[in-house]
């Protein structure tokens, strides 16, 4: 049995949906997912992707993805990779898998010398948090996320809601 990660194509536009499904459903936020087939492609695809995205497979099998995009840190003058999704079929996990996707992030990052790799994980989530902790990461206590969406985020636009 063989990881081989790879970067996705278009063909795998409907392969990355189903793992955004996937996440969703373990994260227990299928109901706040809005992505369909073509947003995903046009995001991931589309004339400026801004997003990114890694396949893992297993034995030629779809197993996960890390889906991912470059902030940038004005602290340390550079570019940054953020970690949006990361997620492996229940029945490839313990493989080392996911671990792997976190491998070939980090060595994007040194490659291209980004100042920072960072995600979020949900408190709840002790499994990943373990992981995390287990390969040299640093739990950030002191940020909190924000977030504005909906008619929040179209209020504060000044458009109409």
């Known amino acids: 049995m063989t990881l081989s990660i790879r970067l ?32 995903v492609r046009e995001a991931l695809f589309g004339e400026n992707p801004r997003a990114f995205c890694d396949i893992a497979e297993w034995s030629g099998e779809p197993a996960g993805f890390a889906l991912w995009f470059y902030n940038f840190s004005t602290f340390r003058g550079r570019h940054g990779l953020y970690l949006e999704d990361l997620f492996v079929k229940p029945a490839f996990r313990g493989k080392g898998i996911g671990k792997g996707l976190l491998v ?12 920072r790799f960072e995600w979020s994980v949900l408190d709840w989530n002790s499994p990943a948090i373990d992981v995390y902790k287990s390969i040299g990461a640093k739990h ?20 109409p809601v």
């Open 104 to 115: 070939q992030l980090a060595q994007r990052c040194v490659r291209e010398n980004l100042g």
């Open 140 to 159: 950030m206590k002191e940020w909190q996320i924000f977030r504005m969406s909906g008619d929040a985020l179209a209020r504060f636009a000044g458009e």
């Open 8 to 39: 996705a194509e278009p063909r795998d536009a409907a392969l990355v949906l189903d793992f955004i499904e996937g996440l969703a459903a373990y994260e227990k936020l299928s109901h706040e997912v809005e992505a369909d087939e073509a947003m």
